[in-house]
């Protein structure tokens, strides 16, 4: 069974940066995509960014694209997500979480880790 452990979260000045970690045990992970989640109060769960652990080939998804850049570190197994130019609208509780790279289903989940940006 994958663990997942993020951290990184904090609060923010709009215009402003984090680097959120997402650390992985409990197994090997070449067969898996590990995606990047926030779910903000009041409103569903959305993916934010993905990457395949095995050639690190990568999705952004809506406002993402441009501001975030999701990377993995296999050595430490840790998977990354470097937001930049944060926007209140970002503020949100941060998973990551895995799948098998042939399944749509997302199994492991981390805790979250709050992110706040202020305006």
């Known amino acids: 069974q994958v663990q997942l452990a993020e951290s990184g979260g904090g609060l923010v000045q709009a215009g402003g940066s984090l680097r959120l970690s997402c650390v992985l045990s409990?197994?090997?992970?070449?067969?898996?995509?590990i995606g990047w989640f926030r779910q903000a109060p009041g409103e569903e769960r959305e993916l934010v960014a993905r990457?395949?652990?095995?050639?690190?080939?990568?999705l952004y998804v809506g406002s993402a694209k441009g501001r975030f850049t999701i990377s993995r570190n296999n050595a430490k197994n840790t998977v990354y997500l470097q937001m930049n130019n944060l926007k209140p609208d970002d503020t949100a509780v941060y998973y990551c979480?895995?799948?098998?790279?042939?399944?749509?289903?997302?199994?492991?989940w981390g805790q979250g880790t709050q992110v706040t940006v202020s305006s």
């Open positions: 979480a895995t799948k098998r790279t042939i399944s749509s289903d997302y199994g492991s």
């Open positions: 409990g197994g090997t992970f070449s067969g898996y995509a």
């Open positions: 990457i395949r652990w095995s050639d690190a080939t990568t």
